[in-house]
């Protein structure tokens, strides 16, 4: 392949992650990693590098729509990014000594489980879960006006302690995988802090950009941004996520969550067979 056609291709199939990355907030990596290592033989290393970028790159085309849409819950991004951006940076050291197949499984694993987690939806016994003081003092709660649904959708998040806890664990999974850990962050918006599946997007949209800043510097000195990759993702991402952001407002939640699992379960199994027949 030569060098043109090669940035080409990384930059078309950016543009796809892009889009879906900002329309689910996933920040773009679940299939710029995959399609970089296994269709472009891309070292996963430099993969993981180049999708730092591109989640950055997600973050920032996405954020600023969804923040005037109101679909991005600010204070709720504010108080969980203190533990995605601490669990960032153990993260990326993490990176360094975890062996390069195990990336592969750990990665397929993750999507494996946020799959199910979010197919399944959320269990309730007939109570309402209890707001809890956290949640109530910092005054999370927000409301959005709905397109599909043609109303205004008002909303109490709950949990905020666990939320906080599994924030931590996201974000060290994004440090060390690069993939802006949307994976976990909307499955855990969306079912333990019970938030709209629309507002765990956009607010993870908001989220992934300050979580994956807090990672790319360590990739950066390791020489793991490779610019000739990273410069073509990062604009076909950017492009994908305006679109992205115009889209969410405008389609059903029912057809967000399965296009959200049917990408989880197609990128999962890509992975997991990488990581174990090699």
Do not use: C
Not at 12 to 17: D, Q, T, Y
Not at 178 to 193: C, F, Q, R, Y
Not at 240 to 260: D, E, V
């Amino acid at each position: 392949m030569t060098p043109l056609l090669f940035v080409v291709t990384v930059g078309a199939i950016s543009l796809l992650a892009g889009f879906l990355g900002s329309l689910l907030g996933l920040g773009g990596g679940l299939i710029v990693i995959p399609a970089l290592t296994l269709l472009l033989h891309v070292d996963i290393r430099l993969a993981i590098g180049a999708s730092i970028v591109s989640v950055i790159a997600t973050s920032s085309g996405a954020a600023a729509a969804y923040v005037r849409d109101r679909l991005a819950n600010v204070r709720v991004a504010m108080f969980l990014e203190l533990g995605t951006t601490l669990g960032a940076i153990t993260g990326a050291y993490l990176a360094g000594v975890v062996p390069v197949r195990l990336l592969f499984v750990l990665f397929g694993l993750i999507l494996a489980y946020s799959a199910v987690a979010m197919l399944r939806g959320r269990r309730t016994n007939g109570e309402e879960a209890q707001v809890g003081p956290w949640a109530r003092a910092l005054g999370l709660k927000g409301s959005y006006f709905d397109h599909a649904a043609g109303e205004t959708i008002e909303y109490q998040p709950v949990r905020a302690r666990i939320g906080l806890g599994l924030m931590y664990i996201a974000g060290t999974v994004s440090g060390l995988l690069g993939i802006g850990s949307g994976a976990l962050k909307v499955p855990a918006m969306d079912l333990a802090m019970e938030l709209p599946i629309k507002v765990s997007t956009a607010t993870s949209n908001f989220m992934i950009g300050v979580t994956a800043a807090a990672s790319a510097g360590v990739y950066f000195s390791r020489g793991q941004i490779d610019p000739f990759i990273a410069a073509p993702v990062a604009i076909g991402v950017l492009g994908g996520a305006f679109a992205g952001s115009y889209t969410l407002g405008r389609i059903h939640s029912r057809s967000m969550r399965l296009t959200f699992v049917v990408v989880l379960v197609v990128i999962a199994a890509q992975m997991l067979l990488k990581g174990v027949i090699g």
